[in-house]
C-alpha cells in the first residue's frame, strides 16, 4: 500500500500505542509464567509473532478483551513445537525465543521473513552453545533459520555488547528458569543499554530478579515468574511518541497534544530532551504522562544514539527541516536493523530535497542547505523509515507518497488513521 501525505497542519490530541519493546517482554515473561493477563498491549505484526511463539511452546493466548491479553503458561518447561515457528520480521521475537528454544531437550526451528533472514543471530547462537546448548544457523552464516534446544542448565557465557542488546535479554529471560542461572560477560562495550534496563524493569514486575555486575549482568536460577495481581500493564511506547512530537514540532501551529507518555525505562524518552536542544517549545506532564508540543523554529545539534537506535529516523527528519547541521553519531548498530537505517534515510531524505552526508557510523544532515519537496520514497518495508518519511512529508512542498506503508503495522496500526484525524492530508 502507498500513502500520499500533502503539506499540512495537525492539532489536537493524540494517544500514543502501548510500548512494543514491553509488550514482547510481558507476553514471554507470561509464558514463562503459569499465566498472566497483559493489559494495554500493543497488538501488532511484531507482537503477534511473540504470542505465536508463546502457543508453539506450550501455553495459549486469549485476545477477546481489545484492551488485556490473558496468557496461560508454559510455567518455564516449554515444549517442543510441533511446526516451525515463524518470525515473520520480528528481530525481539526471533532473539528472545531462541533462547526459550534452548531450555527444551529436543529441537525447535525459527524463522523469519527475508529481511530477518538477513540480520544477525551468530553471538547468540555461540553463547547457547557456551551454555552447552545447541544452537545452528541451517545456512550455517549466523542467520535465520535457526535450529535451537538441547535443554540448558545455566551457566557463565561471554558475549559482545555492541550487536544487539536483545541477546542480553534473551539469555536473562531464559536463564531466571534455569537451574544454575547465567552470568553474562560482556566482551565490548553495550550498545542499546536502556532496553536491557527494560528488561530488568519487567522481569522485576514479573517477580524475577536479575542484575547488572562489573562484567555483564547476572540472573539466578530456579526463579519463578509471578507478577503481583497476576497482571502486568504495559506504559506507551516512546518510539513511536518520537514520531508524533516530531509532527508537532514540524506542523503544528496551534499546538497538539501526546498522551500515554509515561516515563518508564525507555531510553527514547530522550526525545524529550532532544527536542528541547533543537529549540522546540513543549512540556511534559511527567505525572499525567502529557506531552505538549508547538511548531517551532529548530535548530541543528549533534546527538548519539548509541543507546537510542530507533530515534535516528526521527532525528534525521527533525534534522532535514531544522537550521544548521544535525550529527547523528554513534550509529553504525542502526544498520543492522529491519534495514539498513542509516543508508535508509540518507537516501530517501536526499530524495525529497535535503543535504545528507553518510558516514559509516554516522549522519549528517544540512538543514541549512536542505528544501523538503514532495516526492516518491521508498519506505524499504520498514516501519520507522515509513513513519519518518511521512513526518517529513507534511512539511514538503508538494505531495510525497511513502511506499509499503502497510508495514507500520509493525509497531503503530493506526498510524495514518491518527496522522489524518488531527489534520494531515493522507491520500490512500
Same mark, same amino acid.
Given at each position: 500500500?502507498?500513502?500520499?501525505?500533502?503539506?499540512?497542519?495537525?492539532?489536537?490530541?493524540?494517544?500514543?500505542?502501548?510500548?512494543?519493546?514491553?509488550?514482547?517482554?510481558?507476553?514471554?515473561?507470561?509464558?514463562?509464567?503459569?499465566?498472566?493477563?497483559?493489559?494495554?498491549?500493543?497488538?501488532?505484526?511484531?507482537?503477534?509473532?511473540?504470542?505465536?511463539?508463546?502457543? +508453539?511452546?506450550?501455553?495459549?493466548?486469549?485476545?477477546?478483551?481489545?484492551?488485556?491479553?490473558?496468557?496461560?503458561?508454559?510455567?518455564?518447561?516449554?515444549? $517442543?513445537?510441533?511446526?516451525?515457528?515463524?518470525? %515473520?520480521?520480528?528481530?525481539? $521475537?526471533?532473539?528472545?525465543?531462541?533462547?526459550?528454544?534452548?531450555?527444551?531437550?529436543?529441537?525447535?526451528?525459527?524463522?523469519?521473513?527475508?529481511?530477518?533472514?538477513?540480520?544477525?543471530?551468530?553471538?547468540?547462537?555461540?553463547?547457547?552453545?557456551?551454555?552447552?546448548?545447541?544452537?545452528?544457523?541451517?545456512?550455517?552464516?549466523?542467520?535465520?533459520?535457526?535450529?535451537?534446544?538441547?535443554?540448558?542448565?545455566?551457566?557463565?557465557?561471554?558475549?559482545?555488547?555492541?550487536?544487539?542488546?536483545?541477546?542480553?535479554?534473551?539469555?536473562? @529471560?531464559?536463564?531466571?528458569?534455569? #537451574?544454575?542461572?547465567?552470568?553474562?560477560?560482556?566482551?565490548?562495550?553495550?550498545?542499546?543499554?536502556?532496553?536491557?534496563?527494560?528488561?530488568?524493569?519487567?522481569?522485576?514486575?514479573?517477580?524475577?530478579?536479575?542484575?547488572?555486575?562489573?562484567?555483564?549482568?547476572?540472573?539466578?536460577?530456579?526463579?519463578?515468574?509471578?507478577?503481583?495481581?497476576?497482571?502486568?500493564?504495559?506504559?506507551?511506547?516512546?518510539?513511536?511518541?518520537?514520531?508524533?512530537?516530531?509532527?508537532?514540532?514540524?506542523?503544528?501551529?496551534?499546538?497538539?497534544?501526546?498522551?500515554?507518555?509515561?516515563?518508564?525505562?525507555?531510553?527514547?524518552? +530522550?526525545?524529550?530532551?532532544?527536542?528541547?536542544? @533543537?529549540?522546540?517549545?513543549?512540556?511534559?506532564?511527567?505525572? +499525567?504522562?502529557?506531552? +505538549?508540543?508547538?511548531?517551532?523554529?529548530?535548530?541543528?545539534?549533534?546527538?548519539?544514539?548509541?543507546?537510542?537506535?530507533?530515534?535516528?529516523?526521527?532525528?534525521?527528519?527533525?534534522?532535514?527541516? %531544522?537550521?544548521?547541521?544535525?550529527?547523528?553519531?554513534?550509529?553504525?548498530?542502526?544498520?543492522?536493523?529491519?534495514?539498513?537505517?542509516?543508508?535508509?534515510?540518507?537516501?530517501?531524505?536526499?530524495?525529497?530535497?535535503?543535504?545528507?552526508?553518510?558516514?559509516?557510523?554516522?549522519?549528517?544532515?544540512?538543514?541549512?542547505?536542505?528544501?523538503?519537496?514532495?516526492?516518491?520514497?521508498?519506505?524499504?518495508? #520498514?516501519?520507522?523509515?515509513? @513513519?519518518?518519511? %511521512?513526518?517529513?512529508?507534511?512539511?514538503?512542498?508538494?505531495?510525497?507518497?511513502?511506499?509499503? %506503508?502497510?508495514?507500520?503495522?509493525?509497531?503503530?496500526?493506526?498510524?495514518? #488513521?491518527?496522522?489524518?484525524?488531527?489534520?494531515?492530508?493522507?491520500?490512500?
Amino acid at each position: 500500500m502507498d500513502i500520499t501525505i500533502g503539506t499540512s497542519t495537525v492539532k489536537g490530541t493524540a494517544q500514543a500505542p502501548p510500548s512494543k519493546s514491553y509488550t514482547h517482554r510481558a507476553l514471554l515473561a507470561a509464558g514463562y509464567a503459569d499465566g498472566a493477563t497483559v493489559r494495554a498491549p500493543l497488538v501488532s505484526a511484531d507482537t503477534k509473532a511473540t504470542m505465536r511463539a508463546v502457543t +508453539a511452546y506450550g501455553g495459549s493466548v486469549d485476545r477477546s478483551d481489545e484492551q488485556a491479553i490473558e496468557v496461560t503458561g508454559f510455567d518455564g518447561r516449554p515444549e $517442543t513445537p510441533d511446526t516451525v515457528i515463524d518470525c %515473520a520480521n520480528s528481530g525481539t $521475537t526471533m532473539r528472545l525465543v531462541t533462547a526459550t528454544a534452548a531450555l527444551q531437550d529436543r529441537l525447535t526451528v525459527l524463522t523469519g521473513d527475508d529481511s530477518l533472514r538477513s540480520r544477525p543471530q551468530g553471538p547468540l547462537l555461540d553463547a547457547i552453545g557456551q551454555l552447552d546448548g545447541r544452537a545452528e544457523s541451517t545456512r550455517e552464516n549466523g542467520q535465520a533459520p535457526l535450529v535451537g534446544g538441547g535443554g540448558i542448565d545455566g551457566g557463565s557465557v561471554a558475549i559482545p555488547g555492541d550487536v544487539s542488546s536483545q541477546y542480553i535479554t534473551a539469555l536473562l @529471560m531464559a536463564g531466571a528458569v534455569t #537451574d544454575e542461572g547465567i552470568d553474562i560477560e560482556l566482551t565490548t562495550d553495550l550498545k542499546s543499554s536502556p532496553y536491557v534496563d527494560i528488561t530488568l524493569e519487567v522481569l522485576s514486575d514479573y517477580g524475577v530478579t536479575a542484575e547488572r555486575t562489573a562484567d555483564g549482568f547476572t540472573v539466578a536460577g530456579g526463579q519463578s515468574y509471578d507478577p503481583a495481581g497476576g497482571e502486568y500493564h504495559v506504559p506507551g511506547d516512546f518510539s513511536s511518541i518520537s514520531y508524533l512530537l516530531a509532527m508537532g514540532a514540524l506542523a503544528s501551529p496551534e499546538g497538539m497534544t501526546v498522551t500515554s507518555a509515561v516515563p518508564s525505562a525507555q531510553g527514547d524518552t +530522550a526525545i524529550v530532551d532532544i527536542l528541547d536542544r @533543537m529549540g522546540a517549545t513543549l512540556s511534559w506532564d511527567r505525572e +499525567a504522562g502529557e506531552i +505538549a508540543v508547538e511548531r517551532s523554529e529548530l535548530s541543528g545539534i549533534e546527538v548519539g544514539v548509541e543507546d537510542t537506535p530507533d530515534l535516528l529516523p526521527t532525528i534525521a527528519t527533525l534534522g532535514a527541516a %531544522a537550521d544548521g547541521v544535525t550529527r547523528i553519531t554513534d550509529a553504525e548498530h542502526v544498520r543492522y536493523k529491519e534495514t539498513d537505517r542509516v543508508s535508509a534515510m540518507a537516501e530517501e531524505l536526499t530524495e525529497m530535497g535535503a543535504r545528507v552526508e553518510e558516514k559509516q557510523d554516522e549522519l549528517v544532515v544540512y538543514g541549512e542547505d536542505s528544501s523538503l519537496e514532495g516526492a516518491t520514497v521508498d519506505g524499504r518495508a #520498514d516501519h520507522r523509515i515509513i @513513519m519518518s518519511l %511521512a513526518v517529513a512529508g507534511l512539511v514538503a512542498d508538494g505531495e510525497t507518497t511513502v511506499t509499503g %506503508a502497510e508495514h507500520v503495522d509493525v509497531s503503530f496500526p493506526n498510524f495514518f #488513521d491518527l496522522l489524518e484525524s488531527l489534520g494531515g492530508a493522507v491520500e490512500r
